[in-house]
């Protein structure tokens, strides 16, 4: 089993800026990629950003230049920046891993909720 635990969300007014954090844990051999999606209410799970074990990094159209993925791979962890943040940005951000482990496995954290006020 692989556990991912997310923190950094919160209540930002526009133009500010949030620093999202995300960390693996469990029998975990490798992580392929790590990545954040969100979903506003309403709308389907979107990719916000991805990284792979290679530094490849895609972003969605609305984010780039303003979110920047990161990641430490000695502690497993994947960081989000988000700067000039909008109100259309609100939603609840996921984290994602995919790697080896006991087995391949494709993880989810348990979301944290960011929220941009006009």
């Known amino acids: 089993q692989v556990q991912l635990v997310e923190s950094g969300g919160g209540l930002v007014q526009a133009g500010g800026s949030l620093r999202l954090s995300c960390a693996a844990s469990?029998?975990?051999?490798?992580?392929?990629?790590m990545g954040w999606y969100r979903q506003a209410p309403g709308k389907q799970r979107e990719l916000v950003a991805a990284?792979?074990?290679?530094?490849?990094?895609n972003y969605a159209d609305s984010v780039k230049g303003r979110f920047t993925i990161s990641r430490d791979n000695a502690k497993n962890t994947v960081y989000l920046q988000m700067n000039s943040l909008k109100p259309e940005d609100t939603a609840v951000y996921y984290c994602?891993?995919?790697?080896?482990?006991?087995?391949?496995?494709?993880?989810w954290g348990q979301g944290t909720q960011v929220t941009v006020s006009s």
């Open positions: 469990g029998s975990i051999f490798s992580i392929n990629a």
């Open positions: 994602n891993a995919e790697g080896v482990g006991v087995i391949t496995f494709r993880s």
């Open positions: 990284l792979t074990s290679g530094g490849s990094t």
